[in-house]
């Protein structure tokens, strides 16, 4: 039996420091190439996929998948994904904007689902809809 060895390629570190750059902030894998194209980094498609689903395997990164119509999202969570806040999500039924929400209270709410009802929350799923501000004043 081989074991595989996890190989530090040039790409993986370029990201891990962008994502090191951003703590607790949700990208797309458009966003990522978005930012390294206009930094004139070389990192295709592929290996920002690639190297995202070893991230999240190891614990380092987390993917949210909010439905079948979203892209996914990747927020670097570092060594402790367990200190790591838990995050609602906000989907726009209107104009599809996602908001991204890491507040005491849903703190709160998890806890009292738990406590009090015997839930425990998905963090991957947590995506609640309705209208965003600018689609509501509209």
């Known amino acids: 039996m081989t074991v595989r060895t996890k190989y530090r390629t040039k790409q993986r570190k370029i990201l891990m420091e962008y994502f090191e750059a951003n703590p607790q902030t949700h990208m797309t894998v458009k966003e990522i190439c978005d930012y ?8 295709g498609q592929a290996t ?6 070893s991230l ?4 380092i990164i987390r993917k949210y998948v909010i439905d079948e119509n979203s892209p996914a999202c990747y927020e670097y ?15 726009c039924e209107k104009c599809g904007k996602l908001i991204h929400i890491q507040c005491h209270r849903l703190q709160d709410l998890q806890q009292h689902l738990k406590k009090g009802h015997g839930f425990t929350v998905n963090p991957l799923r947590t995506v609640l809809y309705g209208l965003c501000e600018q689609c509501r004043k509209q």
């Open 36 to 43: 390294f194209r206009s930094h004139d980094i070389s990192c």
């Open 48 to 53: 920002v996929y690639r190297q995202l689903e």
């Open 56 to 59: 999240v395997n190891d614990g």
């Open 77 to 91: 969570l570092g060594e402790k994904e367990e200190d790591h806040d838990l995050t609602f999500h906000c989907k």
